[in-house]
């Protein structure tokens, strides 16, 4: 373990550049699985197995996923401006901004 950073902080790497995500499809699963919970635990309390604190839960989680899709949806194009650089660009990589030599 080198230790040098800690002492001389200008001998540090640089941090790495930010990985562009899609978070759609992360988002759209787990709601659908809490869908999905949601009917059998409703089915259960409808059979008398369960109390509906179960269900309500697996609501909550439908609602909660359905504002990250939301989020989601309004943050998308921000995080598709971003070029391979970092920088935004306005989809052809011509945004008048040339990158910096690092």
Not at 1 to 28: C, E
Not at 32 to 59: D, E, F, K, Q
Not at 83 to 88: H, I, L, P, Q
Request: hydrophobic residues 45%.
């Amino acid at each position: 373990m080198k230790l040098a950073p800690i002492w001389d902080p200008s001998v540090r790497k640089p941090d790495p550049k930010p990985v562009r995500v899609d978070l759609f499809p992360l988002f759209l699963g787990g709601t659908l699985v809490w869908a999905v919970a949601g009917i059998v635990c409703l089915v259960c309390y409808l059979r008398g197995v369960m109390s509906p604190r179960a269900a309500i839960t697996c609501a909550a989680g439908v609602i909660i996923g359905a504002m990250l899709l939301v989020w989601e949806r309004r943050e998308r194009s921000t995080y598709r401006l971003l070029g391979k650089d970092g920088t935004a660009t306005d989809g052809d990589g011509a945004n008048g901004a040339t990158p910096s030599a690092e």
